[in-house]
């Protein structure tokens, strides 16, 4: 079992930035592929990040690239999405996961991910 804790979320302005935690405990995190995901109301859970237990692989949805960045610190246990020039359509939740399976420079489907965190709420304002 892995237990995933998000962290970071809130308001912020168009333009602005913000940093979300994901804290992970349990099975050997260093092993797992992590990625982020997130929801707007209304529609379905969609991938943003995602990167390799060694930190060679990084993808990202084509929507936040160059914006965001995944990152990871494998002896806090803990990875991170820096968000930069958010927009108002980034607001959702997002979501932390884990995934023992997936492989490859590619968007990671929400299937493949076995640990899911609660979810933190980012809002970003006009």
């Known amino acids: 079992q892995v237990q995933l804790v998000e962290s970071g979320g809130g308001l912020v302005q168009a333009g602005g930035s913000l940093r979300l935690s994901c804290a992970a405990s349990g099975r050997t995190f260093s092993s797992y592929r992590m990625a982020w995901f997130r929801q707007a109301p209304g529609k379905e859970r969609e991938f943003v990040a995602t990167?390799?237990?060694?930190?060679?692989?990084?993808y990202y949805a084509d929507s936040v690239k160059g914006r965001f960045t995944i990152s990871r610190d494998n002896a806090k246990n803990t990875v991170y999405l820096q968000m930069n020039s958010l927009k108002p359509e980034d607001t959702a939740i997002y979501y932390c996961?884990?995934?023992?399976?997936?492989?490859?420079?590619?968007?990671?489907?929400?299937?493949?991910?076995?640990?899911w965190g609660q979810g933190t709420q980012v809002t970003v304002s006009s």
């Open positions: 990167m390799s237990w060694n930190g060679y692989i990084r």
């Open positions: 996961a884990a995934s023992g399976s997936a492989s490859g420079r590619r968007v990671i489907a929400p299937s493949e991910c076995e640990y």
